[in-house]
C-alpha cells in the first residue's frame, strides 16, 4: 500500500518541468465503497485509491468514468444479458484472461461484458477501456472495441489510438504513468 501512495503522490505532484496534476476531482471514499458494494466486488488498491486521491478527469481518453456512469453502463449490461437470455456477467468471479493467454497472438477473444471485468473509460467510436477487478490479472487494464459483442479482442492497453497494444498486461497505474508521460 506505501508504494501505491508513493507512486499517487508522484502522479499528482507532476513530472519535472511539468505541471501538477491537480485537475482532477476526487471521489468521496463513501462513493468508492457504494460502487463496490453495487459492483460486488472491491476495486484494486490502487484504483480505489487513485479515485480517493487524485479522481475523475484524470487519464487516457478523458480520464476515469464517474462511479454514476460506471454503475448505468454496468446495470445496461445485466439488463442487455437479462433480455437476451444469457448468463450475467458476475464481476466478483476471476476474471477469465490469463498471462498465458495474453502471451499468445492473436489477443484473447472473449465476451462484453465478461465475469471480473467492468468498463473504466470510453475511448469514443464504440472502443472502451476495461478494468480487470479480479482473478490472476486483476487490476490491469484493457482495450476493447464494440459496445456489445459475442467475441472480442481483449488487448493489453495502449495510450493513444495509434499506439500498438502493449505486449503484457497493463497495470492500472503503470497505464496511467505511461499517458502522462506522453502528456
Known amino acids: 500500500m506505501a508504494d501505491i ?7 499528482a ?3 519535472p ?10 471521489v ?19 484504483v480505489a485509491l487513485f479515485l480517493t486521491e487524485i479522481g475523475l478527469g484524470v487519464g ?9 456512469k460506471i454503475r448505468y453502463e454496468v446495470q445496461l449490461d445485466r439488463d442487455d444479458c437479462a433480455d437476451d437470455g444469457i448468463p450475467v456477467p458476475d464481476l466478483a468471479a476471476p476474471f477469465p ?6 502471451r499468445t497472438r492473436p489477443f484473447p477473444m472473449r465476451p462484453l461484458p465478461l465475469d471480473g471485468a467492468v468498463r473504466i473509460g470510453q475511448q469514443g467510436c464504440g472502443r472502451w477501456t476495461v478494468l480487470a477487478l479480479t482473478g490472476e490479472l486483476a487490476g490491469t487494464v484493457w482495450d476493447l472495441d464494440g459496445e456489445w459483442a459475442e467475441r472480442t479482442e481483449w488487448r ?17 497505474l503503470d497505464w496511467v ?3 502522462l508521460d506522453r502528456q
Open 13 to 15: 505532484s507532476g513530472r
Open 28 to 46: 468521496d471514499a463513501a462513493a468508492v465503497r457504494e460502487l463496490e458494494a453495487f459492483l460486488g466486488a472491491p476495486l484494486p488498491a490502487a
Open 97 to 102: 484472461i490469463t498471462a498465458q493467454d495474453v
Open 156 to 172: 493489453p492497453a495502449a495510450h493513444w489510438p495509434e499506439e500498438p497494444p502493449a505486449s503484457g498486461p497493463v497495470h492500472f
Open 17 to 26: 518541468g511539468r505541471p501538477p496534476r491537480s485537475s482532477g476531482r476526487p
Open 5 to 11: 501512495q508513493r507512486r499517487l503522490a508522484a502522479l
Open 177 to 179: 504513468e505511461r499517458w
Open 60 to 68: 487516457p481518453y478523458g480520464g476515469f468514468l464517474a462511479p454514476e
